[in-house]
Nanobody
């Protein structure tokens, strides 16, 4: 069973940086499946919004929501089992619960989607 665990959230001051991690377990890569990982966030009382997406390929480049480009950066570690969200120059409006999501799509059309439990990021002076 696939499990995702987000870590790295906490309380930071405006202008500081934070790096979140999403570690996956129970994942096996194969040639028949497309794997992508996305970061989302949801502020209190607001809808969940997409930050960006990256594939499992070693040389994959992330794609970002048009409204999220510039301060947030997605990357992966060498074993491709941990994904990161680097957040720079944080602002109070960035306060939210941050989630990672795995999407597995097989060639024959079967899809599986997995969510982490979320990690709280609070930006306040």
């Amino acid at each position: 069973q696939v499990q995702l665990v987000e870590t790295g959230g906490g309380l930071v001051q405006p202008g500081e940086s934070l790096r979140l991690a999403c570690q996956a377990s129970g994942v096996t890569f194969d040639a028949f499946t497309q794997f992508t990982m996305s970061w989302f966030r949801q502020a209190p009382g607001k809808e969940r919004e997409l930050i960006g997406t990256i594939s499992h390929l070693r040389d994959a480049q992330p794609t970002y929501s048009d409204t999220m480009q510039g301060r947030f950066f997605i990357s992966r570690d060498n074993d491709e089992k941990t994904d990161y969200l680097q957040m720079d120059n944080l602002k109070p409006d960035d306060t939210a619960v941050y989630y990672c999501k795995d999407d597995h799509v097989w060639d024959w059309g079967v899809e599986r989607h997995y969510w982490g439990q979320g990690t709280q990021v609070t930006v306040s002076s």
